[in-house]
């Protein structure tokens, strides 16, 4: 059995594990080739349930609350070591993006504690308040491949954080972006175990990215068994 687990200190939690829970029976139903194992989804909030996850997701909610809060329960430097020193896959969504960013821009009080992982700078709240919040076609063929990228992906976006630096050098490859009136805007990135998306995939009905997300946890999981 393979866990995943979702971070359960705030935010969109059960709208991650619903969705995790249709990827795997799509995974399930339709040929693969490689072997889908069976999977656990959790909700993690101790050290012990972190201990016990091969993958996690980092939800969407407030990345500020969330950081004050795994500080508290003493999941920030576990945490890390998950992310950065175990290599293992984590998926961020907007303050889960945050969260996994080496620095963040446009945070009051000077700052925050991050996670890390991404070797990017993102701006927070990029798009204003909750009431500019909107929804937009993006194309993630790099992610998805073609044949699954025919329609495009509906991004949501709730005061979402856009990447606004990032290191190449480090291997941070750009998956999707936001073609906006002025400018385009970096919505998706990833970078060896670790991607992030500034929209929530788990707030509609389209299971793609999820698919995608577990198929590379298996794949990651084969490649450090046979190392
Ligand atoms: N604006 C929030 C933050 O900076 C993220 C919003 C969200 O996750 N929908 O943490």
Request: net charge neutral.
């Amino acid at each position: 059995t393979t866990t995943v687990g979702v971070l359960a200190i705030q935010g969109g939690v059960i709208e991650h594990i619903s969705l995790l829970h249709r990827a795997s029976e799509y995974l399930h139903s339709h040929s693969s080739p490689i072997k889908i194992p069976n999977f656990r989804f959790i909700q993690v909030r101790t050290v012990l349930q972190l201990s016990e996850c091969d993958a996690l997701i980092i939800p969407g909610g407030e990345s500020t609350t969330m950081s004050i809060v795994a500080q508290r329960l003493g999941l920030l430097e576990p945490l890390r070591q998950f992310v950065k020193v175990d290599h293992k896959p984590v998926w961020g969504t907007c303050a889960g993006l945050v969260m996994l960013a080496s620095a963040a821009s446009a945070t009051k009080q000077g700052g925050q504690e991050l996670i890390g992982g991404l070797d990017v700078k993102v701006l927070r709240n990029r798009y204003g308040t909750q009431i500019q919040s909107f929804v937009a076609d993006l194309d993630l063929s790099k992610i998805l491949g073609e044949e699954e990228n025919q329609k495009p992906f509906r991004g949501v976006f709730i005061r979402a954080p856009v990447v606004e630096e990032l290191d190449q050098e480090k291997g941070v490859e750009v998956v999707g972006v936001y073609k906006g009136k002025e400018k385009e805007d970096i919505v998706a990135v990833k970078q060896g175990n670790v991607f992030g998306t500034s929209f929530h995939p788990e707030l509609t009905e389209d299971v793609r990215i999820h698919v995608w997300w577990l198929r590379r946890v298996v794949e990651a999981l084969k490649e450090k068994e046979s190392t």
